[in-house]
Structure formats: structure tokens, C-alpha cells
């Protein structure tokens, strides 16, 4: 431990690579709203509700959904940034802020890369000020911190002798988000949260950045969440999909089963929401009519009835569990679950 | 009377201020028809939002120095005095703009709103304009329309908000409507139902579209014809159709290689290196030379002109064909 922590050297591998890297049980953050000045009633947000799922060593997990589904909050719950309401988070097989991995340690293996590139540095420190801090946080020598931030500004493509001494607001926005990811980077983690890390961006920048992404994540062995809401860069990025609607899983699993078959009417509306490129296969009819509804108050049953062209009225009494679908992946749709009672679910043969 | 709808020649802005000056756009000329959609497309500090500001004259008057020729429905923008202008915006050509929280004015009620605009440009009673704007939110398909007459901006969702200030800018007939990346700001779901009203709208109601975007999708969407920007000069001009698929400039094709689309895994993406330069000085030759990977010599002294392979698709790049002139 005393040896691992002076030279700040990536941590071992302890469950195997069966063993999930991250496992999320019954995850749930309920925000209460106070009743204030404008004399609301009180109640409360639930930004994420009773959330499972896993990510595996190695793979990138995206995460896609509307604003308000509660992805960035799921994302601020796994690097224990936030209280959760219930549920809890495992890392490698150890509970997350228990006695085995308490959260100095697992914040060295968690690592996370936000939306806002300029926010999220300080703006009084250099660049290498700001890539060397953790390090030092965690008991690196200066001079060996100063030395890995400027490996790490070369390993995202900065020239390390004319960047190192600038400041953040000397950047162009893609060249501070590689600067956001060498800092992530800095402490050898396992796992890295990028939240949105390429919306601010410019198209070509964008590229440059996904590009650089996948080099470090095979160069580091890296595993990767990855949270967006443009469905094809998600498509391009990510090994499975996790699909958010309102604070729960509408589906997960296999990113080219969920793109080819989706099997939930929610997944299905935000796949062909995307504008095509080609003006010959224009959209007339949009999939989905209204907005998503409000997280104060999501509808009973499945959160999805009050949109889906396929609701019944048993949709709206029963809270559809997480069931395989067809095509290798997992919905929350009672059209999934055989004998549900919905007139499209699957027959069981007798 | 032959006049387009829209007439721009060799227009520039720059903005002045004390340390500085900006060249923001240098030297755009083109035309729209009637009833036609232009979406101009490029990456943040292109000047396509000055641009499009320049035929609304919004850009800040005092640090704004403008030259060349801006004709609007047959009105010289320009020249035109502040009140003019203020006749010219809302009946002739307005705007819709990315984020309506702030281009709505949080203390009146939806219905106030519009109904305001009705009233300056139309000689009418309030209880008429109020009458037409209800119409107006049926118009663009805001649910329960009358209840959200009373509506303030801040009740109501993202979405409606971008209807709500649909139907302000089209409550006076404007022959023209400039929308400045109107479904950036939106969720998936909800910018394709903007994006199909749109649309509609524009067929129903005959008005020409200038759409400014960064988003190829939405382009692909919506016009009929595009415009890629670069350091202020439009590169390439064409239909959606030839420029999706056959991009002609190095900075177009560059664009398109960087968007990721459908079924682009595993492949890597093609990038740009480099970045756009900055607008302080104006680029002499090719603002795009020094990120080609075609880049020769002939590109530097002075800016390619113009070419033009196949009718009403140009780009300005010296390896572009010109076959207009070798037929000739």
C-alpha cells in the first residue's frame, strides 16, 4: 500500500475479469423540493430511481437519454460526489466507501471528465499545476507529479513544452478537454465517467477527441462510462448501451442489438428521432409527440405510457421489470414480458 | 419584379473595439428565392450567426462596421434608418433564436407576447390580436393552446417555448424567417418535431428559410440548398443533395469525414488537424490552406475564386474543375 502510493502505480486487478469492474444495485437519488417563496407544494424529484446494472472490465458502457433522465446524476452517484438516497455502488467487488475501499482510495480508481471544459479547470493553476495536484493529493513526489502531468499532456497530443505553463483560459475548448482528460488520466484509474466530454465541441474537434479517447483506452486499459445524448456518437464509442427515461433503465444491453432491434417503443422513438443525413430519406411523421414529462411527478406504471403508441391501459398500473428481449438485451417493457397481459406480449407455449 | 427575396453581395463585418479588430464575415454574396431554405452550415466563429444577423441588422451598431450590398424583400438594410428597420423586423423577415428562455421576455404571458407584435405591425384592436394569437399557437401545435395564452415563459417546457417564439416570428406573415440554430438547445424527441413544423410551416406559408447550424443532420432535414462557412467566406455552396454526397472543398469533405454517423464503428474518424484561424487579421489566399492536406502554392498569394464543376454547385478551392468555363 505505503510502496503503491509513493509511485502512484495503477492498482491491481482483484476479482478476475469476470468479476464486473463497477456494479450499481437499487441506485435511487430523490431531491426534496422545499415548499418556498412561490408557495409550491412540496415534493420530490426523483432524478434516479432504483437503478441496477454493471459495467465490465474493459468495455465502454454508454448511457443516453433526454435531459432530465438522469444521466448525469446516475454519473455523480457512482463517483460518490453526491449522498444516494438508497442503493449502493460496488467497485471491483468491494462496496464503495465501506471499510475495504474507502473513498480516498476509490476516487484514485474513478476518475470522471465533464461537459464544461473550462469550468471544471481552475483557473488559477497552469496546466500542469492542475494535472499534477491530484498526484501530489496522493502522496506523489512534486517533481515525479510534475513529470507525469507532462507524459500525460504528450499522450493526448499536447506539446508538453508549450502548454505546460499556460493557463486554462489560453486554450481552445478541445485543447482543454485533452487537458481534462490527461488530468483524469493522472492518477492511473480504472475507470473513467466522461460526461458529455465532446457536446461542447466543434465537429472536427469532436473527432479529434473520440479519436484520442479510444488510443488512451487501449493504451491504458481503460474502462469506460460514457454518457451522451447523440445517439451515433454513442454508437461509435460504446460496447453496450444503457437507455434512460426518467430516472430508470428503459433498456440495456449489446450496442449492435439495441441499434438494430430495439426492443423498447422509447429506445425505438429516440433512434428514429435522429435527423438523417441524406435529404432522400427525410422524415415526415415525428416519432414521439410532446415532451418528456416532468421528474416530480412521473407517471404511475411504466414512465413511458404517456408517450408510447403502444400503451395500454395495464401499462399505466404496472411498473415493468427488466426482462430479455429478442435480441440479447434487456427492456422495461411489459411487451417483453411473456403472460404480461399486454395484448403484444410474447405467448408462452404450453 | 425579378428581385430575389434575399440579396447579399461581397458583404463584411468586422467588429471594432479598442484592442482589437475582428473580421467576422469577408466578403459573402449570395441569393435566395422565394419559398426556398438556405441552411448555412460551420463550426463556432465561422460568422454564420453574424451573418444571418447582418440581414436583421442585430449586430451591435456602434462596434458593427458593415460594407457591401444587403437587400431584403426590396429593402437596402444597410441604409435603412433604426426605425425603418423596426418596421422592416416582424412583417418582412424575423427570427427565431437557439435558446427562447432568453429571447422570451420572462415578466408577460405568451398571449401578451404575440399579440404585442400583432399590434405594431397591424392596425388592429387587442381583442383581435389576442384572437389571432391563439391562432398562432394552433398554428404551431401547442397543446390546450388557450390555457397557455395566460401562460408566462418560465411554465412552460423547452419545447413549447421554441413554439411559443415560432408563432411570435411568423405572427406578422414574414416573407422571410432566419432561425439561428432553433433546435441546438433541444432533446432528441422534441428538435425532430421542431425541425417537421418547421418545415411545414415554411411550405404552408411560402416564407424563404435561412437556417444556421453546426448539425448536418439538420441540414440534411431541412434545405434545399447549403452553404459551408469558414473564416467568413462561404467555401462551398450547393444543393443538400450534391454537397451530402459529393462534397467538393477539402473543408467540406473534412467536415463530413469528421461527423460521426450511423454505423461508423470501429472505423476511425477522419479529423481536421489544426484550428480555424483567428479572424483578428484577415487571412490572405485560402483561409483553409494551412489545415489542407492538399495545400500547394498557388493557395496562398490571393483567394481562390469561385468554381463551379456542375450548375449551382461551386466551391472556392484551385482543385476544384471549373466546368462552366472550359464549356464556354
Not at chain 1, 400503451?311 to 414480458?337: D, F, K
Not at chain 2, 399590434?119 to 384592436?125: A, K
Not at chain 2, 424527441?189 to 421542431?194: A, R
Not at chain 2, 434545405?223 to 454526397?245: N, Q, S, T, W
Request: proline fraction near 8%.
Amino acid at each position: 500500500m505505503t510502496e503503491a502510493a509513493a509511485t502512484l502505480e495503477p492498482l491491481p486487478d482483484i476479482g478476475g475479469p469476470a468479476q464486473p469492474l463497477l456494479t450499481v444495485r437499487g441506485l435511487t437519488k430523490h431531491f426534496p423540493l422545499k415548499s418556498g417563496f412561490f408557495g409550491r407544494g412540496a415534493g420530490v424529484v426523483q432524478a434516479v430511481d432504483s437503478l441496477d446494472f454493471e459495467v465490465r472490465k474493459g468495455e465502454t458502457l454508454g448511457i443516453v437519454g433526454e435531459s432530465g433522465c438522469g444521466k448525469s446524476t446516475t454519473s455523480r452517484l457512482v463517483m460518490a460526489l453526491m449522498q444516494p438516497t438508497a442503493g449502493e455502488v460496488v467497485f471491483d467487488g468491494r462496496a464503495v466507501g465501506g471499510r475495504e475501499l474507502p473513498l480516498k482510495e476509490y476516487r484514485r480508481q474513478v476518475q470522471m471528465v465533464f461537459q464544461d471544459s473550462y469550468a471544471s479547470l481552475n483557473p488559477r493553476l497552469t496546466i500542469e499545476e492542475s494535472i499534477a495536484f491530484s498526484p501530489e493529493v496522493h502522496g506523489l513526489a512534486r517533481h515525479d507529479a510534475r513529470a507525469r502531468a507532462r507524459d500525460l499532456l504528450a499522450a493526448v497530443g499536447l506539446n508538453p513544452d508549450g502548454f505546460a505553463r499556460r493557463y486554462p483560459h489560453e486554450l481552445s475548448g478541445g485543447q482543454r478537454q485533452r487537458v481534462n482528460i490527461a488530468r483524469a488520466l493522472a492518477l492511473r484509474p480504472r475507470l473513467v465517467i466522461l460526461d458529455e466530454p465532446v457536446s461542447a465541441l466543434d465537429k472536427s474537434v469532436e473527432a479529434q477527441v473520440l479519436n484520442l479517447l479510444q488510443d488512451l483506452k487501449a493504451e491504458f486499459g481503460l474502462t469506460y462510462i460514457f454518457i451522451s445524448h447523440d445517439l451515433n456518437v454513442v454508437q461509435y464509442m460504446s460496447d453496450r448501451v444503457l437507455v434512460m427515461y426518467l430516472g430508470k433503465v428503459a433498456e440495456v444491453g449489446p450496442v449492435e442489438a439495441i441499434y438494430a432491434a430495439a426492443a423498447h417503443p422509447y429506445t425505438a422513438a429516440l433512434l428514429a428521432s435522429r435527423p438523417s443525413m441524406d435529404p432522400d430519406l427525410r422524415r415526415t411523421e415525428p416519432p414521439l409527440t410532446g415532451d418528456p414529462p416532468n421528474p416530480i411527478n412521473p407517471p404511475a406504471g411504466c414512465r413511458f405510457h404517456t408517450r408510447c403508441g403502444f400503451a395500454e391501459p395495464l401499462c399505466s398500473a404496472t411498473v415493468p421489470p427488466l426482462h430479455a428481449a429478442p435480441a440479447g438485451q434487456q427492456a422495461a417493457c411489459l411487451m417483453v414480458v411473456p403472460e404480461s397481459g399486454h395484448s403484444r406480449a410474447p405467448k408462452v407455449a404450453a | 419584379m425579378n428581385e430575389p427575396l434575399v440579396h447579399v453581395r461581397d458583404l463584411h463585418v468586422r467588429f471594432v473595439s479598442r484592442d482589437a479588430t475582428v473580421h467576422a464575415v469577408n466578403g459573402v454574396s449570395f441569393d435566395l428565392a422565394e419559398r426556398e431554405s438556405l441552411c448555412i452550415l460551420g463550426e463556432s466563429g465561422s460568422g454564420k450567426s453574424v451573418t444571418l444577423r447582418a440581414l436583421m441588422a442585430l449586430n451591435p451598431p456602434r462596434r458593427t462596421k458593415l460594407s457591401g450590398t444587403v437587400r431584403v424583400g426590396g429593402h437596402d438594410i444597410i441604409a435603412a434608418s433604426e426605425r425603418k428597420m423596426a418596421d422592416i423586423r416582424g412583417s418582412t423577415v424575423s427570427m427565431i433564436f437557439q435558446e427562447p428562455m432568453t429571447a422570451l421576455d420572462p415578466v408577460f404571458t405568451i398571449g401578451r407576447q404575440i399579440a404585442e407584435t400583432v399590434m405594431r405591425h397591424e392596425d388592429v384592436s387587442r381583442a383581435a390580436a389576442e384572437a389571432r394569437a391563439l391562432e398562432l399557437l394552433e398554428l404551431v401545435q401547442i397543446p390546450s393552446a388557450k390555457r397557455r395564452l395566460a401562460a408566462y415563459p418560465h411554465e412552460l417546457s423547452g419545447g413549447l417555448r421554441q413554439r411559443a417564439m415560432i408563432a411570435i416570428a411568423l405572427s406578422c406573415r414574414p416573407k422571410l424567417l432566419l432561425a439561428d440554430e432553433p433546435t441546438t438547445a433541444l432533446d432528441a424527441t422534441v428538435q425532430i418535431q421542431i425541425l417537421l413544423l418547421l418545415r411545414r410551416l415554411q411550405q404552408e406559408m411560402g416564407m424563404g428559410v435561412i437556417f444556421v447550424t453546426h448539425d448536418l443532420g439538420v441540414a440534411g432535414e431541412i434545405a434545399d440548398r447549403v452553404a459551408v462557412m469558414y473564416a467568413g467566406k462561404f467555401i462551398e455552396e450547393g444543393p443538400v443533395r450534391g454537397l451530402m454526397r459529393n462534397p467538393l472543398h477539402p473543408y467540406a469533405q473534412g467536415l463530413l469525414g469528421a461527423t460521426v454517423h450511423a454505423g461508423m464503428r470501429g472505423e476511425r474518424l477522419t479529423t481536421i488537424p489544426g484550428a480555424p484561424p483567428n479572424l483578428e487579421r484577415v487571412p490572405q489566399g485560402c483561409a483553409f490552406a494551412p489545415r489542407c492536406p492538399h495545400m500547394r502554392e498557388e493557395c496562398l498569394p490571393k483567394v481562390p475564386d469561385s468554381r463551379s464543376p456542375v450548375p449551382g454547385h461551386a466551391a472556392r478551392c484551385v482543385l476544384v474543375p471549373d466546368a462552366m468555363s472550359q464549356a464556354a
